[in-house]
């Protein structure tokens, strides 16, 4: 299918058409959940062939973020892959820079801060499109384990497998949490407070995860000391693979449990139970050469790939010191 198609965004789920897809990021369902949670502001792109045909779609989520000191707030958006497409759609990246240029236009009027592109399907979709559109790539790792022909355990080293043996002997345990228990409560503050020195991350509302907590497509697990949260991490299943969102821990607190460990060891055992193929961390740290985020991770028996992450910033000339130190 190579005729021209035309892109609408939509901002009210009562404004939503009915459309399904097997791919959480750009689904109704987290469409939904981001319009009732603070802080939060989904858009749908839709594409639409001169039949009034609904041939691709793509959601893009903006997060409102306040600060103590200047510019004292402002906003971000993230786009999660590129979206999802009618199996006759030949034309995906000319679709595709349809759905980034209609975004990048809306946004650029709200004074969103930066557009922020990950987790494509391959290093280059898209690259002169992106480019085209003001956008500059920074390399970066992607992490997944393979479930699939070993289990996760085989592939574990004998010194992780052994803290993991401590941890479980002195109390540490792990539970999938419900949207209305004190587990939740205790896992979002934990991730709130994690998160609140972080670069680059995002504190979001505890409104977000209880609505999460519900879908059956999201699993928030927790991993307790004496009916303490000590570590946490919310993963999406779908598609036939696990993605691993958000981590957290009390890792100096309690570092003779290995909270991070544990609770990572238990999303990945869960994954593969339910036959799940891959675990994908969608956030491996900085794109740094040195990274304990990146080799913690790595020491699970994960395989790291080379992707780009792609960036628009709002003031030009920062746009372009960034394009120039990256990648000159």
Not at 17 to 45: N, R
Not at 146 to 161: A, G, V
Not at 227 to 251: D, E, H, K, P
Not at 258 to 278: M, N
């Amino acid at each position: 299918m190579k005729e021209e198609v035309s892109v609408s965004l939509i901002t009210k789920a009562s404004d939503l058409p009915d459309i399904i897809c097997d791919d959480f990021f750009h689904s109704v369902e987290l469409f939904k959940i981001l319009e009732v949670t603070p802080k939060q502001k989904p858009y749908m792109a839709l594409a639409i062939d001169g039949q009034g045909r609904i041939v691709a779609h793509l959601l893009a989520v903006v997060s409102y973020h306040h600060l103590l000191l200047p510019p004292f707030a402002y906003s971000h958006c993230h786009i999660y892959g590129e979206g999802v497409y009618a199996p006759e759609v030949e034309n995906k990246e000319e679709i595709f820079s349809l759905f980034v240029k209609a975004i990048t236009d809306e946004l650029t009027h709200k004074l969103c801060l930066f557009i922020e592109i990950s987790d494509l399907s391959s290093k280059m979709f898209g690259y002169a499109k992106l480019r085209e559109n003001g956008y500059f790539p920074i390399q970066w790792q992607k992490i997944h384990n393979s479930l699939h022909s070993k289990s996760p355990y085989e592939r574990l080293p004998q010194k992780l497998r052994d803290k993991l043996s401590i941890a479980e002997q002195r109390g540490a345990k792990a539970e999938i949490v419900n949207s209305d228990s004190k587990e939740l409560q205790q896992a979002v503050k934990l991730m709130r407070h994690y998160f609140r020195l972080k670069p680059r991350r995002t504190v979001r509302n505890s409104k977000l995860f209880e609505h999460l907590a519900t879908s059956k497509q999201c699993k928030i697990f927790a991993t307790k000391y004496k009916n303490r949260v000590i570590g946490t991490c919310v993963c999406f299943f779908f598609g036939g693979n696990a993605y691993m969102w958000q981590l957290a821990s009390l890792r100096k607190s309690f570092m003779m449990l290995y909270p991070a460990s544990y609770t990572v060891w238990s999303a990945l055992k869960y994954a593969h139970e339910q036959g799940f193929a891959h675990m994908y961390f969608l956030d491996a740290g900085l794109p740094f050469k040195r990274n304990p985020m990146r080799e913690f991770i790595l020491n699970f028996g994960g395989k790291q790939v080379a992707e780009y992450r792609w960036f628009r910033i709002q003031i030009p000339w920062i746009g372009k010191f960034m394009d120039w130190f990256y990648n000159e």
